[in-house]
């Protein structure tokens, strides 16, 4: 059974939104988080700080960084950048870049949730999740919902479709075209319907954001938190309907290859699939379909398809990234763990193939992949199993600094919970 509440938070303000809401987090390299965070100074990036964004000379150390982040926080909300709703309400998301549309409920689970009804499909670093734990501790805000998606129609379409009627509360254009609409539902008959029928949900899974669930539940425990209802013991979350998210694929770019081993390399691919040397000029179309890459090489391109996948042990064994690593990468090009391997690189599809020629080089290779289906990362999770790293990329992003949930001890009492 699901439990999704209604949460006492804030929403960033129409007048303020446009100089505050701030691009995914892990959609920006360091250097392009930093160059945003100090051309824009309301910018929520400067309530995310991370030494590693830094121009160098210019480091202060991560306590100095946090006391800024929440420094700037503190401003924002005595400036008027966010207003505070009155009593426990949900927002209803809808993202929208071209033809594509997704609208999701955002809410709160409780973090004891997390795992046997919010389902997982990655594993995490601790060091990472140490940096999420103390920014909790100093910062004492979640700013950017975990994304969450569960099976079937939205439980709550109805709803849905009668909120969405009406003129939104807030509207956020980006600059890469993507449009955010935010409905408030406050109204407590509507609260309580949309608590009810989330119950009949019998899982969510989590698609975007392992690390700030893990931090989540190491925060509350921290905390010693023992109402579930308090605050501390909730996450700030979106959900979605499965059916409606787009995933693109995460590429792989291997340095150092040799451009004189590009023929060993072949010959060795050549034992395992079926390689075929792509003869159209330019830049060919991606793979679309499972069992099929497309490999840069010495300034060539090939499509590289394996046979058709017998009955898989678990449904990790199926993933295309599994076959690229584990007959690829691995016995191929030597990358053995390709969560250390420096020559490693992932790539996001929604940077383009040219892209992707660009970053390995004349001495690199290039892999190109379909994208992972939804299907299969609700499969891994139902199996209790782990995605290889970088399985997934989500479009759109969700954007950080339009939603605030208080779970600091400064941030809340118990008039906040939901």
Known sequence: MTS???????LVSPTAADRVVAPAYDSLSPAERGAVAAAQPDSFLNVMRSPEDQPPGAALDREELLAASRATLDRLLAEGAFDRSARPAYQVLRMRRGEHVQTGVVGTVP???????????EETREDKEDDLVRHLEVVGVESSPVGLVHRGPSPVADLLARVTERAPDLTVTAEDGLEQQVWTVAAEDDTAAIERAFRDVPALYLTDGHHRAAAAVRYAR????????????RLLVVVFPAAELRLEPYHRVVRGVGADRADAVLAALAERFTVTPVVVPGVPDPPDAAGAFLL?????????RSAAPGAAADPVTALDVTVLQERILGPVLGIADPRT?????????????EELVRRAGDDGAAFALAPTDVTELMAVADAGAVMPPKS??????????MFLYGVGPDWHGHDVVG
Request: no cysteine.
């Open 4 to 10: 999704l509440h209604p949460y006492r938070g804030w």
């Open 296 to 304: 840069h090489l010495a300034d060539r391109w090939h499509r590289i």
């Open 222 to 233: 921290r905390a010693g938190v023992q109402d579930g209802d308090a605050p501390p013991a």
């Open 341 to 353: 391997d420096e020559r490693l690189e992932f790539v996001p599809g929604t940077r383009g193939l």
């Open 111 to 121: 973090v004891d949730d997390i795992g046997p009804v919010v389902r997982l499909h």
């Open 392 to 401: 997934t990329w989500f479009e759109p992003k969700l954007r950080s600094g």
